[in-house]
C-alpha cells in the first residue's frame, strides 16, 4: 500500500513540478516558434504516457498485493493485449515524430532571400564574415589561415575581397530578415547557440554546417558554445545584436572588408630625399 501511495505521489509531482516550475525557456526572439510547440507537444506526450504507466504500476502493487491463498495465474500470451500496446505504442511514436518532421523540413530549407552570415569558431572565441557590396562570400581554406588571414579567405577569389571580417567582436544582425549561417570550425567540434534563436547546429572542423532563421525583435543576445571544446568551453562566449534596419546599416559602414585588412600598411608619407636634405641645409 505505501509503494503504491508513493507511486501515485511520484506522477502528482511530476506533473506539478512541469506546470508550476519557475524555470522555462528564455523568451524567443526567432522565427522558430516551431520548435517551441514540437518540445510542448513532446513533454505532454511523453508525461502522459509516464502518468499512465507508473499510475498502472501502482494499481498492480495495490491490487495483486500479497493475500493468504491467493494464487497467481500464468498467461504466457495475449494476442489481444499485445494487439493493444502495439497500435498505443505506434500512435505514440508518430504523434511524437510529426510535428518534429515538419519542423526539420524547415529547418533545412532556407529562403532565397537569405542572407549569408559566416561563423567562425576556435578555441575560444567566435569571428564572422558577412557578404559585402557584391551580396557574396568569396571562398575558403583553413590552408589559408594565418596571422594576417585568421578566417583562411582566399585571397584569389574577388568575391571574398569586400567581404566584411569581425574578428572576435560583436555580430549585428538585421531585423526581420532571414539568415544563413554558415558554420565553420578551425580546431575542434563547437556548437553555435543563442537560446533566444532557438536554432543551432554543431560546428565540425573541415565541414560546413548551417542554419537559418529570422531575427524577431530587437535586442542584446549572448552566444554559448553548446560542445565541450576544451578547458575554456564555459567562456566561449559572444555577442549578437539586432539591430533596425537604420542602426544595422550605420554599424556595417564602419566594418573594415578584407581588402582593407590585408591591404598594404601606410605608415607615413614619402618624401623626396632631395627636399629632405634641402630642408636640413
Given at each position: ?28 526572439a ?69 510535428p ?45 589561415i ?18 566584411v ?46 542554419f ?47 581588402a ?22
Amino acid at each position: 500500500m505505501a509503494i503504491a501511495l508513493v507511486l501515485v505521489l511520484v506522477v502528482i509531482g511530476s506533473v506539478l513540478f512541469h506546470v508550476l516550475s519557475p524555470w522555462w525557456w528564455t523568451p524567443i526572439a526567432s522565427n522558430w516558434g516551431y520548435i517551441d510547440s514540437t518540445l510542448v507537444a513532446t513533454f505532454w506526450i511523453t508525461g502522459a504516457v509516464f502518468s499512465a504507466v507508473v499510475l498502472f504500476m501502482a494499481y498492480c502493487v495495490y491490487r495483486f498485493r500479497h493475500k493468504e491463498g491467493r494464487k497467481a495465474a500464468y498467461e504466457p500470451e495475449s494476442k489481444k493485449l499485445e494487439s493493444w500496446l502495439t497500435l498505443i505504442t505506434a500512435v505514440g511514436v508518430a504523434a511524437m515524430l510529426a510535428p518534429g518532421l515538419y519542423v526539420w523540413g524547415q529547418f533545412v530549407t532556407v529562403p532565397k532571400d537569405a542572407t549569408e552570415v559566416e561563423v567562425v569558431a576556435q578555441q575560444w572565441q567566435w569571428s564572422y564574415r558577412l557578404p559585402g557590396a557584391d551580396g557574396k562570400l568569396g571562398t575558403s581554406n583553413a590552408r589559408l589561415i594565418n596571422s594576417d588571414n585568421p578566417l583562411g579567405i582566399n585571397p584569389e577569389d574577388p568575391n571574398g575581397q569586400d567581404d566584411v571580417v569581425v574578428e572576435a567582436a560583436d555580430l549585428h544582425l538585421p531585423i526581420d530578415k532571414p539568415v544563413k549561417m554558415l558554420l565553420r570550425s578551425i580546431d575542434v567540434l563547437h556548437d553555435f547557440y543563442v537560446p533566444e534563436f532557438r536554432a543551432k547546429m554543431d560546428m565540425v572542423p573541415g565541414m560546413v554546417t548551417y542554419f537559418w532563421f529570422i531575427p524577431t525583435r530587437t535586442g542584446t543576445f549572448e552566444v554559448l558554445c553548446a560542445e565541450l571544446c576544451g578547458t575554456g568551453h564555459g567562456f566561449m562566449r559572444g555577442i549578437v545584436m539586432v539591430d533596425t534596419e537604420q542602426d544595422y546599416t550605420s554599424w556595417l559602414q564602419q566594418q573594415s572588408t578584407f581588402a582593407q585588412l590585408t591591404g598594404p600598411a601606410k605608415v607615413g608619407a614619402l618624401v623626396d630625399p632631395a627636399k629632405a636634405t634641402a630642408k636640413m641645409e
